[in-house]
DNA sequence: AGCATATTCAACCAAAAGGTTGACCATGGA
DNA sequence: TCCATGGTCAACCTTTTGGTTGAATATGCT
């Protein structure tokens, strides 16, 4: 059952839970939901059609991960991204491809694209 | 089971295959192989202490979500590396990387417009 | 033709994943 | 104090995953 080959391929418990993490929709979508801002456990579970249990453990998932942290105030547990987790996955997807750093690239001239055009508060234009 | 919450988030399944795919060591193990060159199915199965058949079905996991190819020449298949398909998980992950409310379709199709001519972005041969 | 090599297929198995429900604890408010 | 709210726990169920083995298929070699 082992993974790790003679030549000494690490076998990284942390990529295989981070990106265990990433596979599900559900677990994909809160994040982006806990992109645009804090969430309470029941605020999150609310536009899905699954239980709220169902939900906690996803949440629970996402925590192990640490893509997520959770601190509870009061009776609420607040839930809150943290892209910082995502860092080791990306490195390590880096290592394939020079497409990592001409898309860093691609990007920003994406974005620089995206601000020139439509954008009333660009001095340029 | 539905991942897509009432505001539009969208529940890719290209995104859930290439996850899951990357979830397991041994199929990371195996990129990071082909990483170095290509290689027939064998080859790709001996440092591992698993059966022919279990490599197998990692390869085809890995050519479904599109991570690699393989082709058949003689009673040989080759494998190859696609790192290309790590571009759709990459970039998602960069969404929560800088906290830029960026369109990531619009940077898909920048990125294919960038990509479509003559571009040598594959890595090897 | 006959045999070895390369790879997959089929059936099976155990364990993990993802969901449900109902009971359970903790906290805040009347 | 009593009750509603927020969240987890425990038990259970079904499907998926990751592995096994042995037979089958396909190709190359002599």
């Given amino acids: 059952m082992e993974a790790d080959p003679a030549n000494g391929h690490s ?18 979508a809160i994040l982006s ?20 249990a169902a939900i906690s453990k996803h949440l629970t998932i996402l925590t192990r991960a640490g893509l997520i942290s959770q601190e509870k105030r009061g009776r609420v547990k607040w839930c809150k991204l ?3 987790a995502l860092r080791a996955a990306s490195v390590w997807m880096q290592g394939f491809g020079q497409f990592e750093p001409v898309n860093l690239d691609a990007f920003e001239r994406f974005l620089e694209s995206e601000f020139r055009d439509g954008t009333p508060d ?4």
């Fill in 11 to 28: 076998m990284n418990t942390d990529l295989d839970i981070a990106f265990a993490a990433l596979a599900d929709p559900t677990r994909r």
């Fill in 33 to 52: 939901m806990l992109l645009e801002d804090d969430m309470a456990v029941t605020d999150v579970a609310d536009p899905f059609e699954m239980s709220l």
């Fill in 82 to 84: 943290e892209p910082d």
């Fill in 122 to 125: 660009d001095p340029r234009s």
